[in-house]
């Protein structure tokens, strides 16, 4: 693999705008989310605002913009795709926040779905997110064939070949010894495929080759192991205000940081992110803000 070198240095980093365009973005979804969320007009309904309204980075959301801005797609179905996306992922982190998954106590700086609802209303927000999610894809205002091929890549990245395949590797591996492949695989599953989707997204909504929205997919999910890597180093050396949950939670799991120490880990995920970047060569500088958006992820520029 040929090295490239980064853009951009960490200290280059804390002058881009990213961190404005991040906002921005993030504005335009949570607009697109709350005109699609129900009222909260009962219980369920109420709990579902609560899981996805208000918080998070919303970077999946900039990933497909930023990789739709290539191909110039529509700006307002890449904002309604983002939010199914969003969806899915509040589901994720509602389930896995629940007693018999990671049982989490704290989400986004506030009590988690079932900590503040309940854990039957936990489940049924999880339940009710994922077909609005469908709902959402099917209804765009693109091509039928579009619409077909959002839902269907989204179904598989969703189901037990992806998210699910993902978690159960993770209930499953407390007091097992895995190796670095079988960890990456697994991390993979859980965080890797959903950036993939979201970058891939963004090609599909702006009719990109299928060469090309498998390119921007495999960025995604090189990207997505660097940023894995990252989460568990700042589990031990972050700051639990900044990151909105509790840190060293994950004492008796297999980390990446336990399997590799500090620096390998650090090094291994630079690797990541260099292989994810060099994979955007092929679009020049019309990947500049896609490239600068997982730099700045990665080195946790705010
Ligand atoms: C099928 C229940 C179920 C889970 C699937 C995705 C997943 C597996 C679990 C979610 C929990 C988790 C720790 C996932 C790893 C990815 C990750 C670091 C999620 C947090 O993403 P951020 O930082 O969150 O983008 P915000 O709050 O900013 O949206």
């Given at each position: 693999m040929q090295m490239v070198q980064l853009k951009l240095n960490p200290q280059t980093l804390k002058n881009s705008s990213f961190s404005q365009r991040l906002q921005t973005v993030a504005e335009h979804v949570e607009r697109a989310l709350d005109q699609t969320l129900p009222l909260p007009t009962s219980r369920l309904?109420?709990?579902?605002?609560?899981?996805?309204?208000g918080g998070g980075k919303r970077f999946r959301s900039y990933l497909i913009w930023?990789?739709?801005?290539?191909f110039n797609?529509?700006?307002?179905?890449?904002?309604?795709?983002?939010a199914a996306i969003e969806l899915i992922h509040s589901y994720s982190l509602v389930h896995d926040d629940l007693p018999c998954m990671d049982d989490a106590d704290m989400r986004r700086n506030k009590p988690s779905c079932h900590k503040?609802?309940?854990?039957?209303?936990?489940?049924?927000?999880?339940?009710?997110?994922?077909?609005?999610?469908?709902?959402i894809l099917l209804s765009l205002e693109t091509s039928s064939e579009i619409r077909v091929e959002l839902a269907k890549k989204l179904s598989e990245v969703v189901g037990s070949f992806g998210l699910v395949a993902g978690q159960m590797m993770?209930?499953?591996?407390?007091?097992?010894?895995?190796?670095l492949e079988e960890l990456t695989e697994q991390q993979c599953l859980k965080t890797g495929v959903l950036f993939g989707y979201s970058m891939e997204a963004g090609a599909i909504l702006g009719k990109a080759s299928q060469q090309e929205q498998k390119i921007l997919q495999a960025a995604g999910i090189l990207f997505g192991k660097s940023f894995q890597m990252i989460d568990d180093w700042l589990d031990?050396?972050?700051?639990?205000?900044?990151?909105?949950?509790?840190?060293?939670?994950?004492?008796?799991?297999?980390t990446f940081l336990s399997l590799l120490g500090p620096r390998r880990l650090y090094k291994e995920a630079e690797l990541f992110l260099d292989e994810a970047l060099q994979n955007l060569s092929p679009f020049q500088e019309k990947a500049d803000i896609l490239r600068e958006a997982l730099q700045c992820s990665f080195y946790r520029v705010k």
């Open positions: 309904h109420e709990a579902m605002r609560y899981s996805v309204l930023a990789s739709s801005q290539i797609a529509p700006a307002q179905e890449v904002f309604k795709v983002a503040a609802f309940g854990e039957s209303t936990a489940v049924l927000v999880g339940d009710a997110l994922i077909p609005l999610a469908f709902q993770d209930l499953g591996q407390e007091g097992s010894r895995l190796t031990e050396y972050g700051d639990e205000d900044k990151i909105g949950k509790p840190c060293r939670q994950d004492t008796e799991k297999l």
